[in-house]
């Protein structure tokens, strides 16, 4: 009797736990099929196989609104956001509330780029830190495609920037569909699209280009399949 | 149980920060203008201050175990690499400018002959992570440091945290570069009304205040911001200063304005260290400068010295030499805490 009162009260805890909080993650495609690190994929759109050795990238400032109010912020700034490990792919908050939109940054703002060595997410040591001039890489996408003249036709995209005029904290704010499943979908094809890969295939430094490229992911992201 | 931690640690935490606001008095100079370096963000600690200090003596930051940041930051060089234009690295390799003296560093704002480092905290990963200079990986320094027989227990004293992170990697070694300040020069006694300037020295402040006193702004001897001096581009390096990072055409040649304090301790003098004497350096001033449109405003007007000037410029100038702060043992290797004998 006390053993199965136990598990109820647990059982009712458990399930208040979970109504009161509701979370979002994170997807990747490349060829209409979910990203698989390190494996070469072929992509029908682009018409060229792929392979993505990293993608990994900064998301800041996570809001979600209902109509044109807030309901909701993330109290930790800044998350790493990495393809590979699953877990640093789902965001989760902390309120039952309904929401329509949500809206983030892609980066790290420039206060946060311009005031010391910081922990967590955003520790140096997580290999998002450029060294021989300061700041933070907000993204990086490396691979391989055989349009690539390079040294085993590899791809390079460390992108970053955040001072002017360089600044490439790019912003996101996406509609979510009410009541559904939810998720922010980012088909890579999109970004491959975009860029032409036998002549744009390393950035490695702040400038146009790693802007740029930042805008055309940032673009690329919906929340529809 | 959460709350009682909670407690515990708050006590802690605002006990420490008693203790830290004490020390910060003790650091930095009364007669210093307000450091930038943001305290509260990284605030004062022995045990960070000695991990620094060890870390900053110790070849394992790289990659094969044979540089440390004294290589070319050495305490009797008032941390800079005398006698040496360019520094070494790994290797025997050579790098492209001349290692920079390291005092005082709390009043700057950016870091490197080209300010590409906007950070004490993260100045350390461009030397770490260079190919000329310690050629190595963040992410490997931290797993040396962590199995080494040394290391947790000093980070365990510093932070509270045995497990070593980037982060406290980085805030260690900007504590212990805090505390490298030069306040005890002769020009500083002579300000608190401590001693006297010689007549000699006396006449060169006034020409010291007639003619430099613009960029190398007392009592720092460097308003820290960036100029270009007139040298001639250096064809072996081509190095453009703050262009390099930035690729505005206005930053071309732009390089920081050093300080002249421990100037008999640092020679030689330049971001390529072509020049091997102060008497050099006055007269790239006076005469050595061809390209007139090519420099700051500061040095549009000509600087003109006679012989016996320069001499008296220069007495002044090794007034700012600080022995106590070249042979400060709390800077020196850190025997005491390493327990050595």
Redesign the interface.
């Known amino acids: 009797m006390i053993k199965a009162l136990f598990l109820l009260v647990l059982m009712h805890t458990c399930y208040s736990m979970s109504s009161q909080s509701q979370s979002l993650a994170f997807e990747f495609t490349l060829g209409n099929q979910p990203l698989e690190i390190g494996v070469k994929t072929y992509s029908k759109s682009l018409k060229d196989s792929l392979q993505i050795d990293a993608f990994r990238f900064y998301i800041s400032s996570v809001t979600l609104f209902n109509g044109k109010d807030s309901v909701h912020s993330l109290k930790q700034t800044h998350f790493l956001i990495d393809a590979e490990k699953k877990e640093t792919t789902k965001l989760r908050f902390s309120t039952a509330k309904e929401f329509n939109r949500i809206s983030f940054q892609i980066g790290v703002d420039s206060t946060t ?7 967590g997410d955003l ?5 998002m ?1 450029w ?5 933070y890489i907000n993204l990086k996408l490396e691979g391989s495609s055989a349009l690539c003249p390079t040294r085993k036709n590899e791809f390079q995209f460390h992108l970053g920037g955040y001072s002017y005029p360089n600044n490439s904290l790019t912003e996101v704010s996406l509609k979510m569909p009410k009541g559904k499943e939810k998720f922010i979908l980012i088909p890579l094809d999109s970004f491959f699209k975009e860029i032409d890969l036998p002549f744009l295939y390393s950035v490695m430094s702040p ?1 146009e280009d790693a802007t740029q490229l930042l805008k055309i992911i940032g673009d690329s992201i919906s929340s529809e399949r | 149980m959460k709350i009682l931690i909670s407690i515990i640690s708050l006590f802690f935490i605002s006990f420490g920060l008693g203790v830290n606001k004490e020390s910060l008095i003790e650091i930095f100079p009364a007669d210093f203008p307000e450091p930038t370096y943001d305290l509260e963000k990284n605030p004062l600690s022995q045990g960070a201050i000695n991990l620094g200090r060890v870390l900053f003596y110790d070849p394992i930051l790289s990659k094969d175990r044979s540089i440390s940041c004294a290589s070319c930051h050495s305490p009797y060089n008032a941390f800079a690499h005398t006698d040496h234009e360019l520094s070494h690295g790994i290797s025997d390799l050579i790098g492209t400018r001349n290692a920079p003296a390291l005092f005082n560093l709390a009043w700057q704002s950016s870091f490197m002959w080209d300010g590409a480092v906007n950070h004490l905290d993260v100045q350390a990963l461009a030397p770490l992570t260079s190919k000329s200079e310690m050629g190595e990986e963040l992410i490997s320094v931290i797993s040396k440091l962590q199995n080494s027989s040394i290391y947790p227990d000093l980070f365990m004293k510093a932070f509270n945290d045995s497990v070593v992170t980037g982060e406290h990697l980085l805030k260690a070694l900007s504590q212990f570069q805090l505390t490298l300040i030069s306040a005890n020069s002769k020009y500083d006694k002579v300000m608190r009304k401590e001693e006297k300037f010689t007549a000699k020295e006396l006449t060169g402040k006034r020409l010291f205040e007639k003619n430099c006193n613009t960029c190398h702004i007392q009592p720092l001897f460097s308003n820290y911001q960036f100029k270009k001096n007139g040298l001639e581009i250096d064809s072996t390096l081509n190095d453009y200063g703050k262009f390099n990072h930035t690729k505005l055409a206005k930053d071309s040649l732009l390089f920081k304005v050093p300080s002249l304090r421990n100037l008999s301790y640092t020679f030689p003098y330049m971001h390529d260290g072509r020049f091997s004497t102060i008497r050099e350096v006055i007269s790239h001033y006076t005469n050595g400068i061809t390209d007139k449109t090519a420099i700051s405003e500061e040095l549009k007007e000509p600087i003109s010295l006679t012989s016996d000037e320069k001499t008296d410029l220069v007495a002044f100038l090794l007034t700012l030499n600080d022995k106590e702060f070249v042979f400060n043992k709390k800077h020196h290797y850190p025997l005491e805490i390493l327990k050595i004998n």
């Open positions: 780029n311009s005031t010391g060595a910081h922990g520790d140096p040591m997580k290999g830190y060294s021989w001039q300061s700041g400038g």
